[in-house]
């Protein structure tokens, strides 16, 4: 079920608005569908009611020869009459809701002449009893007239054989000479129609809301995308610009504002630390020389020689330490590279000075990065991986858009707690790896730093067949 959700903001307000519009106008749909079907229905009855009182009131001021005409026309048209004597249908008390409603309407077009006058039946299947009624009315006794028995015979003939109406309603009215007015009339009610009329507007209708809400949702939405590229982007480089904080809804801008303020107060955080660093540099060396001089005035040699080793190796950690926290990877303009060509030319520096390195992976592959970073991270990983275990094999991969450098050796490993403990700046695990090895165990930190810097990541594996897996995981520009 959640697959069908949408995942992105813009697809959730659009269900939601579009999803919303649909419901109103089918629920909207169907009250007018019924208002509409009511109010076709009413007319329809109208209509019908309308055509039987007229067609009373022209018989009841017709002559007899006047009466013969009308009855004669009536025969190509809807609705059937005759006359005769007595009613067609019986007095009776038992009234369904089409008869009643006839019988009152047709009352009230006539003048409001008495119901007692008016008699009215809609179909045989009603009843046995009725269709005697009919069977009767169709051989009175009283009409001697064979005109009249001939063409009431008609009327029920074709009435038996299925006439092509919904619903036949048999009228009686007694007209005001005490003679029968007989009409059998097809009333078809409401017929839905194959197409609603309203359908089709309501669907345009939906269809340019729909459009007009996609272009703005867009609009409004384009600022949060924005902000989102823009925070991966202050993830990389702290330098980058700030964002535009004049543009989208006004809950988007005071956004805006504030990563633009978070953004600026991160870049006087890593300033001030860089400053500070510095200073504290500047106020150590001048002990540091001091101290220096002291120590050659010192008479044992032995001794002399240690404080003079301490000192160096003080300095060299202070020269380090200012080196990693400038930060240089990220000051560093993002270029085109390409990237193969780059390792493998510090495989063949490092084969030069007489260490067994092999590369392996593609000849070419263009990278967007910041060369000097990305060549020292390769570099402290190889260096790594010579110290620990003479030799090591690089590769170079990509897949599902994402750039793999791996560098394997065959060393003696690492514990599986101190695999993340290493990254961290000024950390070293002797007891696991060769303890002659020098430095002050930033070149990891290094790495990962330069990692982060290009959106990737930075991690050891221990392999099955023995000694470490450097992996550095870069992902490819979009």
């Known amino acids: 079920m959640k697959r069908f959700v949408p995942q992105t903001m813009l697809g959730r307000t659009l269900a939601v608005l579009i999803g919303g519009i649909l419901l109103v106008q089918i629920l909207g749909g169907i009250i007018h569908y019924r208002e509409w079907q009511i109010f076709s229905e009413n007319a329809e009855r109208s209509k019908l009611i309308e055509r039987m009182a007229t067609y009373v009131q022209w018989m009841n001021a017709a002559t007899p020869l006047q009466r013969e005409f009308l009855l004669r026309s009536r025969k190509s048209n809807s609705i059937r009459a005759w006359q005769s004597t007595k009613s067609i249908l019986e007095k009776h008390d038992e009234w369904f809701g089409i008869e009643v409603l006839v019988r009152d309407r047709l009352s009230e077009a006539l003048g409001g002449i008495e119901k007692k006058r008016i008699r009215v039946d809609d179909d045989p299947k009603r009843g046995k009893g009725r269709q005697r009624n009919r069977d009767r009315a169709d051989f009175d006794d009283d009409d001697k007239d064979d005109h009249w028995k001939e063409m009431r015979r008609h009327m029920f003939k074709g009435r038996s054989q299925g006439a092509k109406c ?273 430095g002050v165990g930033l070149g990891l930190a290094v790495v990962r730093s330069v990692a982060h810097a290009h959106g990737g990541m930075a991690s050891l594996h221990n392999r099955s067949t023995g000694g470490l897996e450097a992996r550095l995981v870069l992902p490819l520009a979009e």
């Open 166 to 438: 919904g619903l036949c309603l048999l009228v009686s009215v007694e007209l005001d000479d005490g003679a029968w007015l007989n009409m059998r009339v097809p009333y078809e009610g409401f017929k839905p129609p194959r197409f609603i009329p309203f359908i089709g507007p309501l669907l345009i209708l939906t269809l340019i809301v729909a459009l007009v809400s996609i272009w703005m949702m867009r609009g409004a939405n384009k600022p949060l995308s924005l902000m989102a590229k823009a925070a991966e982007r202050l993830g990389r480089d702290v330098n980058a610009p700030p964002m535009n904080e004049g543009s989208g809804p006004r809950e988007v801008r005071e956004a805006a504002r504030a990563f633009n303020e978070m953004q600026t107060r991160l870049r006087r955080f890593v300033q001030d630390r860089t400053h500070m660093l510095a200073a504290i540099s500047h106020d150590l060396r001048t002990p540091i020389t001091r101290m220096r001089l002291r120590a050659e005035f010192v008479e044992d040699d032995q001794q002399r020689e240690k404080m003079l080793s301490d000192l160096s190796e003080m300095e060299a950690m202070i020269k380090v330490t200012m080196a990693f926290a400038r930060d240089d990877v990220a000051n560093e303009p993002v270029s085109s590279l390409d990237i193969a060509s780059l390792v493998e030319s510090v495989c063949e520096d490092s084969r030069e000075m007489g260490n067994d390195v092999v590369y392996q992976g593609s000849e070419e592959l263009f990278f967007s990065g910041r060369p000097v970073g990305l060549k020292r991270a390769i570099s402290n990983l190889i260096e790594n991986a010579l110290k620990y275990a003479g030799a090591c094999e690089v590769t170079l991969n990509v897949d599902q858009g994402k750039l793999t450098l791996s560098v394997f050796d065959a060393g003696p490993g690492m514990a599986e707690n101190e695999l993340e403990e290493v990254f961290r700046p000024f950390t070293r695990v002797e007891t696991s790896r060769n303890k002659e090895t020098g």
